[in-house]
C-alpha cells in the first residue's frame, strides 16, 4: 500500500513539475530589445509613427529617437518585461519631455503609454523592424 501511494505522490509530482517548468522557464527568458522599432502613437496632440533605435545592455537602455518632431538621444530601463525610457525635444524652441513606459508582448512588440510632460498622455505599440 505505501508503495502505490509514493507511486502515485511520485506522478503527482512530476505531473506538477511539468506544469510549473514552462512557467518558470517564460519568466527566465531574457528580454531585449536592440534594434529598430517602428512605434504608433496616440494622444491628445495628435498621432505619430516614430522610430526608436535601442541598444541593451543588461538592464540599462540607450537609443536615439527620430519623428516629426526631430530627433533625439533616450535613456531607460528594461527590468523583466518592462521597459521605459524619456528623451528630450526641441520642438520650435520648446522643449518637450516624453516618458514611454510599457511591456514588451513577445520578441518583437511592445506597448505602453507615453506621457509628454505637461502636455498629456497617450498610448503606444510598437514593432520591430
Not at 5 to 16: N, Q, S, Y
Not at 57 to 72: D, P, V
Not at 104 to 121: F, N, P, Q, R, T
Amino acid at each position: 500500500m505505501k508503495r502505490v501511494f509514493v507511486h502515485g505522490a511520485a506522478i503527482a509530482l512530476a505531473a506538477l513539475m511539468c506544469m510549473v517548468s514552462p512557467a518558470i522557464a517564460g519568466q527566465a527568458a531574457k528580454v531585449d530589445v536592440t534594434g529598430k522599432w517602428l512605434f504608433a502613437v496616440e494622444t491628445g496632440a495628435g498621432s505619430g509613427t516614430p522610430t526608436m533605435t535601442f541598444k541593451q545592455e543588461g538592464e540599462k537602455l540607450t537609443g536615439h529617437y527620430t519623428g516629426q518632431l526631430g530627433e533625439a538621444d533616450l535613456t531607460g530601463t528594461v527590468k523583466g518585461q518592462e521597459v521605459s525610457f524619456k528623451f528630450t525635444v526641441d520642438a520650435q524652441g520648446t522643449m518637450l519631455d516624453f516618458v514611454y513606459t510599457g511591456t514588451v508582448e513577445s520578441k518583437d512588440a511592445m506597448k505602453g503609454k507615453v506621457s509628454i510632460v505637461g502636455l498629456g498622455d497617450g498610448t503606444f505599440t510598437a514593432k520591430r523592424q
